[in-house]
């Protein structure tokens, strides 16, 4: 069995009072009805960015978030999707990509199960639906945009994962669709929905990600997140921390490692208690990542050692 994490978030469906009172939004995401200011008070990112990164969504139907780790991509798209579907009988879900993830799981394959037609209970093959199928066709019977999160996109061997998704992706409709390749049924063609949108992350320090071909980048439009340190001086401000000398250790330490791709960003440091843990986070995540990173360098992983920064919160 492969490991699937899923996480679904479905808002109740509306009754006719409900639409006819609220405009959904429809199958085409409309911008004028989201809350972009709602979106930036949570994720601390500029309206304006925002709105931008929406108008490549509605002109590509899929994006991906790529950076280095700790950026908040898969925080930042949980968030957008939140909003999206927020009011609407829309949906959206979320599956974890790994380098064990194939194309039966995502779009279908044939697999073992118990036959209960018997009391022997005998083994039977059978072909099922895999994660995206299953998504696709809750959202058929749905009015609204539905959005389907792949977390660590490039984990996985991502063109065999996509199979004639490929093509899918970049043509929509029932005009385009497709027979898929274990399906024998001529009649039982594939096409994806309208309101379905693919939200993908990247980890740019994943030294995988040269592995996405030209075919995948030409589909998805590809949205840098970099490390924005105003996330940290709005989770601490009024704290009483000098969280300033902290946010000048990791601007120092991303000067030394020179590439926006490996830069170290901004979450390991939230939702925790940062006066009591920072020194136990440094130790087990910040310095192994730098040990990695300066593997040539031991003289520079020292520098950043716990003892040796010079953080006075």
Not at 212 to 235: G, H, Q, S
Not at 249 to 278: M, P, R, V
């Amino acid at each position: 069995m492969t490991d699937i994490s899923r996480t679904r978030t479905k808002t109740r469906d509306l009754t006719a009072v409900d639409l006819e009172y609220k405009s959904a939004i429809g199958a085409e995401i409309d911008l004028d009805e989201i809350d972009l200011d709602a979106i930036s008070d949570e994720t601390n990112f500029e309206t304006d960015d925002i709105e931008t990164w929406l108008k490549g969504l509605l002109r590509k139907k899929q994006m991906i978030f790529y950076g280095p780790p700790g950026t908040g991509k898969t925080f930042v798209s949980k968030h957008i999707a939140e909003e999206i579907t927020d009011g609407t009988d829309g949906i959206y879900d979320l599956v974890q990509f790994h380098q064990s993830y194939e194309y039966e799981d995502f779009i279908q394959g044939i697999r073992p199960s118990i036959s209960n037609d018997d009391e022997n209970g005998d083994l039977v093959y059978t072909l099922q639906e895999g994660t995206f199928i299953e998504f696709c066709e809750e959202a058929r019977d749905r009015n609204s945009p539905c959005i389907l999160i792949l977390d660590e996109i490039n984990r996985a061997d991502v063109s065999a994962v996509f199979g004639e998704l490929m093509y899918l992706l970049e043509y929509r409709g029932p005009e385009h669709s497709v027979q898929l390749a274990q399906n024998t049924e001529e009649d039982d063609a594939f096409d994806i929905p309208e309101n379905v949108y693919l939200f993908g992350t990247m980890n740019t320090a994943d030294r995988s990600i040269a592995l996405v071909d030209f075919a995948l980048r030409r589909r998805f439009a590809f949205i840098p997140l970099r490390p924005n340190y105003e996330v940290l001086r709005d989770e601490y401000r009024g704290s009483g921390l000098n969280i300033e000398s902290l946010i000048s250790t990791l601007e120092e330490i991303n000067g030394e490692i020179d590439d926006e791709n490996f830069s170290l960003g901004f979450t390991y440091f939230l939702d925790i208690d940062l006066e009591d843990e920072l020194e136990n986070v440094w130790k087990f995540e910040i310095e192994p990542y730098l040990e990695e990173y300066f593997i040539d360098n031991p003289g520079k992983v020292r520098e950043y050692k716990w003892g040796n920064v010079d953080i006075d919160l």
